[in-house]
């Protein structure tokens, strides 16, 4: 059964860290792109970062660059995502997917609009004072 389990959000006061982590089961983990999306209440799902199957590309949003590191450990069958210096505007349910399309979803201009189509549950992260 094909799975995607987002874990370890929390609360967080402004300039601090969190590590998430999207563990998959019940598909060839290192044949597909991986991406971190976030929702903040009352707004749009964005799309935050992206690592290729291979963990050799990753892609991130402008409001993230320099803060977020995405890595994947492809013998784990797991995905992270390291925040640091976060901001109260960082503040939404994270969710991990990926596209139903094998080696693709990551690259350059692929990473702006391509369709991620399998989804875990989400973690809330809350960064506030």
């Known amino acids: 059964q094909l799975q995607l389990v987002a874990s370890g959000g929390g609360l967080v006061q402004p300039g601090g860290s969190l590590r998430l982590s999207c563990a998959a089961s019940?598909?060839?983990?290192?044949?597909?792109?991986i991406g971190w999306f976030r929702q903040a209440p009352g707004k749009e799902r964005e799309r935050v970062s992206c690592?290729?199957?291979?963990?050799?590309?990753?892609n991130y949003a402008d409001s993230v660059k320099g803060r977020f590191t995405i890595s994947r450990d492809n013998a784990e069958n797991t995905v992270y995502l390291q925040m640091n210096s976060l901001k109260p505007e960082d503040t939404g349910i994270y969710y991990c997917?990926?596209?139903?399309?094998?080696?693709?979803?990551?690259?350059?201009?692929?990473?702006?609009?391509?369709?991620?189509?399998?989804w875990g549950q989400g973690t809330q992260v809350t960064v506030s004072s």
């Open positions: 019940g598909f060839t983990f290192n044949y597909y792109d």
């Open positions: 690592v290729s199957h291979d963990g050799g590309s990753t």
């Open positions: 997917a990926f596209p139903k399309i094998v080696w693709k979803g990551c690259s350059g201009a692929e990473w702006k609009d391509f369709e991620y189509d399998y």
